[in-house]
């Protein structure tokens, strides 16, 4: 397998070193399988080559192309809620996460199960592979708790280098938004500061795996690898020739671009001829969540958003770049084809302008030099570096999600529905595409299937838990079966009051007001994911069947429902003013 990285290149490029200087003695592989999970951080569904976009991401396709893609792959709507049911296989209203840290309701603060953290409730993944023999080795964000008993190291991971925070700057040690005071770093167990010098997060992270896997490299214990990447959430930022990669491409604007992925998709088989797409967005009431009229902005103005864009995708592009350096390391050392690696997003694209909220410009005004386009003079060069705050707005995030309705938080396609590849030669057949649904908590019983490794029951060495109920994709990986749920199975999901219960191609949903009608909802996702067919009034039997089995799962994960007239947007101020 060869991948679109050189030594040459890797050293030119990030600077940084892509394996020891000598070739490895002693090389063996593993007698079992290795885990390798790479998550990307608010990447929209349309994001990589291999599910219709423009940015170059061969490494990613790479996988594609010796692996199977499904398309029809479903998370939680925000980043925490999508790690804990990854890490632990159960709901993450029981595990702790039950909202976002950063938007809990005033009635969820203090509730079992809304923690703020992964709580002890559950066995990571980590935890269970560590006990079974392997190595476990954690690099990036977390987003899990940033207490003594919630940080990776805690939580069965040897070794780790983790961001506490749902972000920062990727530049140098600073919280990304004012909501936070600081950002907190730990190296296993201890707060540790970032280097001062030649730091970027996604090289680090990929550098650090990489010298984790390598330290225990000779004694041939398989590994468990979980890299968390910060790219593409904001701020975007990376290496300047990444960035002038895509000079000219994005000029065009959204709604072109849209269009384009769109037709890619169509071409790939990844969804049917007849989808088309939502143009306005009008759902929801908020002006900033609606898609803008690319041809109603200033010349400058497009300017200034085109190289946002391409900010964005050299953001993905690194990203893809260090995903290369370590699938080389691995093919280097013997492992690659004796490793089950996993790519996926862990939600979809983020429409907000944090910087555009008026009580957020003046902590941007005094942090990033560059935000806003008057700091720019007409000179965007500077876009993407240290000193600057990049974000994209709806437009951009649309394209993002390209044929998927709406935004990360949403229960829309949009926030919910993103890429998965996996790839594990032999095993699975290359160049193959699932459209069966899959759900996050399923990843947590197919890596224990691979690994011959046993599930969980209600109690782990004394402890009382909450057994993982997802249901292993091996079979469908394998090519041994087409589903992984059965067509009557229910599966709830809810964030913030945005709720959703899928079964079979069908999937109901709701959206309170500002983001939506608050109104339940009936989409046939198979054929629909832009969501512009409302079943409802059409399929009335059905709607109540699925309320009703939403109402079970509001009880069985001991939902705390947000209360009348709660806001997201409100609460992160609210929240925000709070934890000073």
Partial sequence: MKFKLTLASALLISGCSLAPKSPPENTTKSKQPNVLILIAD?????????FGSEIQTPNIDSLAKEGISFSNFHVGAACSPTRTMLISGVDNHLAGLGNMHEIL????????????????????????????????????????????????????????????????DNWVEMPYAPMYKRVHYFENEHEVSLPTKDYYSSDFYTQRIIDNIESNRKDGKPFLAWVGFQA?????????????????????????????????????????????????FEKTSVKDWQLPDWSALSDEEKKFNARRMQTYAGMADNMDHNIGKILSYLEKIGELDNTLIIFMSDNGADPNLLSSQEAFRPWYKKNYPYTYIEDYQGDYSTMGQKGSYTDYGPGWAATANTPNSYFKTFSTEGGLRVPFIARFPGKIKANSKSKTFAFVKDIYPTILEVTGIKKPGNTYRGRKIHQPDGVSAWSVLTGKAENIHSESEAIGYELAGSSAI??????????????????WELYDISIDPSEL?????????????????????????????????YNPLEQVLKNSKRAH
Wanted: proline share 6%; net charge neutral; hydrophobic share 35%.
């Fill in 232 to 280: 593409v959430h904001y701020p975007h930022q990376a290496p300047k020739a990444f960035i002038d990669k895509y000079n000219g491409v994005y000029d065009a604007g959204w709604k072109e671009l849209r269009q384009s992925r769109l037709q890619r998709q169509k071409a790939m088989g990844l969804i049917p001829e007849n989808v088309v797409l939502d143009e306005k």
């Fill in 42 to 50: 608010d990447m929209g569904y349309s994001d990589i080559g291999a």
């Fill in 105 to 168: 309701a005033d009635n969820q603060f203090g509730k079992p199960g809304y923690e703020g953290h992964l709580n002890n409730s559950v066995v990571s993944i980590a935890t269970l592979l560590k006990d079974a023999g392997y190595h476990t080795y954690m690099a990036g964000k977390w987003h899990l708790g940033g207490t003594k008993e919630s940080i990776p190291y805690a939580r069965g991971f040897e070794e780790s280098f983790a961001l506490a925070e749902s972000g920062a």
């Fill in 502 to 519: 899928f079964q079979g191609k069908y999937k109901l949903s709701i959206n309170p007001p500002p983001k939506g009608n608050g109104q």
């Fill in 533 to 565: 067919h409302n079943l409802a009034a059409q399929m009335p039997e059905l709607v109540a069947k699925l309320t009703k089995a939403y109402t079970k799962y509001e009880k069985d994960n001991a939902l705390v429902p947000v209360p009348e007239g």
